[in-house]
């Protein structure tokens, strides 16, 4: 250990939304805690969230909200820091919001309030932040943490993991609290890209055409199910529903599309009651925009009048508007990436306080962990609850 070596009783690693509340935490119950970011700004994937609004909670909060190999692990941080703890927080800094749609929280003005908040939180507790610098070397001795960044050695008897998972690597997201995990024994769960869009090729490359267009729809993958809006692509599908359910997609799977969920059942045999000398086309256009009723009609190969067409026939095309299945050939990538899903395994953590249970003083929280939330502020506050955790102990 170096003798210029700089003591402290945590070291957080990772000053993003997980690393922020837990240094802030920590720090004003009088604990001395240390922050560092290879980054030169603190809280830059809160800066871009929800369109720089950051959509930072969600009133509809529960565990069956994100995914995880431990569907149970996330049960009790989630319990102890609510969405209405961190709106009292928000409210505390007089951050106006709304709920856009959907129990999701947004600030009316922007994001940057959430770090400027977060960061006001760590000063109130003196955290000490390193910004700009890489971890160079983490060493684990004695039961005490020395880690080398920049051109300093600071030491703990605490370490947290909070450097996030690889999405969006060009931001300077990095694999890092993998691979410190894995140095010191613990299971990561292999990552992959989540709330992601999807990817088509062979036939389906012909929907490519709609690329821009968006409709309502139900997307189906095994049995998650989201109603929200689908978007085409240049390179296949993308929009909430589509992101919704690529944390559940695995190659190989087909997902399903319904594009008309507000018609009944029967919709197109009633529709040739009511209005026998309508055009298929026209009546599918009726129900959705233009571009996509032509492609999926000339899809389905049924041109002409309603009343010249077989029920069978008819039945057959209800049934593929209502479940049309794509087969995707990948997903655009952790470079499109919102999260990861994977991670450091939940197995091997305490649920109660995040921390390894195999090596005392050293913690996990965050996206780093194998829980994934859904879109629309889950994600956030996963970040929150499990960097609340592990500060309150400390
Ligand atoms: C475009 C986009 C929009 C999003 N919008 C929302 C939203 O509106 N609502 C929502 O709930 N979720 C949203 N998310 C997801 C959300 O941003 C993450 O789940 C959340 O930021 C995870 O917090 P974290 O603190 O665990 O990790 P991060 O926020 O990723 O923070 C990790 C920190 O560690 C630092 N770091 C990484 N590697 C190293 C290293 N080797 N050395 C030192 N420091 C390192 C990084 O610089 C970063 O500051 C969005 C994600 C993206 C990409």
């Not at 700004?41 to 190999?69: E, H, M, V, W």
């Not at 994001?111 to 760590?122: F, N």
């Not at 012909?206 to 085409?232: I, M, N, P, T």
Request: aromatic share 8%; glycine share 12%; hydrophobic share 40%.
């Amino acid at each position: 250990m170096s003798n210029n070596a700089s003591h402290y009783d945590a070291i957080v690693l990772g000053a993003g939304g997980a690393g922020l509340m837990c240094a802030s935490v920590a720090a004003q119950r009088g604990r001395r805690v240390l922050l560092i970011d290879h980054a030169d700004q603190p809280g830059k994937k809160i800066l871009i969230s929800g369109g720089g609004r950051c959509n930072f909670t969600n009133i509809d909060t529960a565990p069956d909200r994100y995914l995880s190999a431990n569907p149970h692990f996330a049960k009790s941080a989630l319990s102890r820091y609510t969405p209405a703890d961190f709106i009292a927080l928000v409210d505390r800094h007089r951050i106006a919001w709304h709920e856009k749609t959907l129990g999701q929280l947004f600030c009316d003005g922007s994001a940057r309030q959430i770090v400027h908040m977060l960061m006001e939180e760590c000063a109130k507790g003196a955290v000490r932040i390193s910004l700009g610098r890489p971890i160079r070397e983490v060493d684990h001795a004695d039961g005490r943490f020395t880690i080398r960044y920049g051109d300093e050695t600071a030491t703990a008897a605490a370490l947290v993991m909070a450097t996030g998972g690889p999405s969006i690597p060009k931001m300077g997201a990095t694999g890092f609290a993998y691979d410190l995990a894995r140095r010191f024994g613990l299971k990561v769960v292999e990552p992959r890209p989540a709330l992601v869009p999807l990817t088509l090729g062979g036939d389906e490359i012909l929907f490519r055409e709609l690329s821009g267009v968006a409709a309502d729809v139900v997307a189906r993958c095994g049995k998650a199910v989201f109603r929200e809006a689908a978007l085409f692509t240049h390179r296949g599908l993308s929009g909430p529903a589509i992101l919704q359910i690529s944390s559940y997609w695995r190659h190989g799977e087909e997902i399903g599309i319904d594009f008309l969920p507000s018609c009944g059942r029967n919709w197109l045999l009633e529709a040739k009651r009511a209005r026998p000398r309508s055009h298929f086309h026209t009546i599918v256009g009726e129900a959705l925009p233009a571009r996509l009723a032509e492609a999926l009609t000339k899809k389905l190969g049924l041109w002409g009048e309603l009343a010249n067409m077989p029920d069978l026939k008819l039945g057959e095309a209800e049934r593929r508007l209502g479940d049309w299945r794509f087969s995707p050939n990948g997903t655009e990538g952790f470079a499109k990436a919102e999260v990861t899903a994977g991670g450091i395994s939940t197995a091997e953590l305490s649920s109660q306080t995040m921390e390894a249970k195999t090596v005392p003083g050293l913690y996990a929280i965050g996206e780093g962990v194998d829980v994934t939330g859904w879109l629309g502020g889950y994600n956030f506050q996963w970040a929150w609850a499990s960097g609340w955790a592990a500060g309150q102990v400390l």
